[in-house]
């Protein structure tokens, strides 16, 4: 039975009817619905590819490619660590060229079959032409169903159509790598030319060697482990191939020719013996020069403080030569400074007695004064 999903332009929570049907049995991974806005040249699109073989018939123009496109870039795409660089397809260099001439943005939304708990996977995918962006969102499930429309319950007519009330919840924002996640554990490979064919690389797929094509054919037919027991096989075999032609090599028709071949082996051994003694007798010359290289740099240190030694020797001995040659100057220095001192001290006395002097003159003065005044 299909599980009912909110279209892009669904608000959260809001009721509204749904026919249910049955329909084939889908396998994992399986394209259930393609829902397309503003795309290239679709401005709203919305098909339902089959359980079984699908194809897109129409002229040129009208939108074939543009339809695998979108299933390619909605699966996350092949990208080399940067998800807006489109690397898979060869019809555009940026992400925001996919968006419809005159938009802003697109949006490709993509459901896939998954059994089991939670149902099916809903991937989309919101491409932004201002910034050249896009971003992520993964499933946004029913979140309940009534049986009726506005509580009146009902059966119709027809036996395998039911009319439900579905309530829808917004989907959980998601990185590249998460959509990625996703993708691979349906064993979806858009990356992998055996699974996904677009016409740009139809002359790279022709190109692939037979090892190429079967190592892709596992990875997009086979078990996970299928590639890893090939590589096994791969090594095996070359040991097999080594260990056949060390023996072809010994199997010879008669003991002179066995000694022939080992005696050109030993020639070839004595000259590799040769060699690895010369080679070890240059290792050992060069770890006695690395063993002598902290004595030379202490040879060099030692005589670097001799000379500083003898330098500073050599100061010390003309300061004190400086000091014999100044030692009059010192004498007759400390003679004048005493004499300086001496000659301080008497002036200092003389300035007292001349003050002292000074006020008696000015007291003599002020006496001559009165009676000068009295009289």
């Keep these: 039975m299909e599980r009912p999903q909110r279209s892009a332009d669904t608000p959260p929570n809001e009721s509204y009817l749904?026919?249910?049907?049955?329909?084939?049995?889908?396998?994992?991974?399986?394209?259930?619905?393609?829902?397309?806005?503003?795309f290239v040249t679709y401005e709203a699109c919305e098909f339902r590819p089959g359980p079984h073989l699908n194809m897109i018939i129409g002229p040129n123009g009208t939108g074939k490619s543009t339809a695998v496109c979108a299933m390619a870039l909605g699966l996350g795409g092949n990208t080399s660590g940067d998800p807006n660089r489109i690397m898979l397809l060869g019809r555009a260099k940026d992400i925001s060229e996919f968006v419809k001439t005159g938009k802003d943005k697109a949006s490709i939304e993509i459901e896939l079959k998954r059994q089991g708990r939670g149902g099916n996977i809903i991937i989309k995918r919101q491409i932004k032409k201002a910034n050249n962006t896009s971003s992520w969102q993964i499933n946004g499930n029913v979140?309940?169903?009534?049986?009726?429309?506005?509580?009146?319950s009902f059966l119709t007519t027809f036996p395998s159509i039911y009319i439900l009330t579905a309530f829808f919840s917004v989907g959980q924002t998601a990185t590249h790598k998460e959509v990625l996640?996703?993708?691979?554990?349906?064993?979806?490979?858009?990356?992998?030319?055996?699974?996904?064919?677009?016409?740009?690389?139809?002359?790279?797929?022709a190109q692939m060697s037979p090892p190429e094509l079967l190592r892709e054919t596992q990875k997009a037919a086979g078990e996970t482990?299928?590639?890893?027991?090939?590589?096994?096989?791969?090594?095996?075999?070359?040991?097999?191939?080594?260990?056949?032609?060390?023996?072809?090599?010994?199997?010879?028709?008669?003991?002179?020719?066995?000694?022939?071949?080992?005696?050109?082996?030993?020639a070839n051994l004595e000259r590799d013996v040769l060699r690895f003694q010369e080679r070890e007798k240059i290792l050992a010359r060069i770890k006695l020069?690395?063993?002598?290289?902290?004595?030379?740099?202490?040879g060099q240190a030692k005589r670097e403080y001799d000379d500083a030694k003898i330098s500073r020797n050599a100061?010390?001995?003309?300061?004190?030569?400086?000091?014999?040659?100044?030692?009059?100057?010192?004498?007759?220095?400390g003679k004048l400074k005493k004499t300086v001192e001496r000659t301080g001290r008497e002036e200092k006395q003389l300035l007292e007695q001349f003050s002292i002097k000074q006020n008696q003159m000015r007291k003599k003065a002020d006496s001559i004064e009165r009676l000068v005044s009295s009289c």
């Design 18 to 38: 749904i026919v249910f049907r049955m329909v084939p049995r889908y396998v994992d991974g399986s394209i259930i619905r393609v829902t397309l806005k503003n």
């Design 143 to 152: 979140s309940g169903l009534t049986v009726g429309v506005n509580g009146a």
């Design 181 to 205: 996640a996703k993708v691979s554990a349906l064993n979806i490979q858009v990356d992998n030319l055996c699974q996904f064919l677009p016409q740009d690389k139809v002359c790279e797929f």
């Design 225 to 266: 482990e299928l590639s890893s027991w090939h590589d096994q096989l791969t090594e095996k075999r070359s040991e097999q191939k080594t260990l056949q032609s060390v023996r072809s090599g010994l199997s010879v028709k008669s003991d002179k020719d066995a000694l022939a071949i080992l005696d050109s082996r030993n």
């Design 289 to 298: 020069l690395e063993a002598g290289i902290p004595l030379a740099r202490y």
């Design 315 to 333: 100061a010390h001995s003309e300061v004190r030569r400086v000091e014999r040659a100044n030692q009059p100057i010192e004498q007759s220095r």
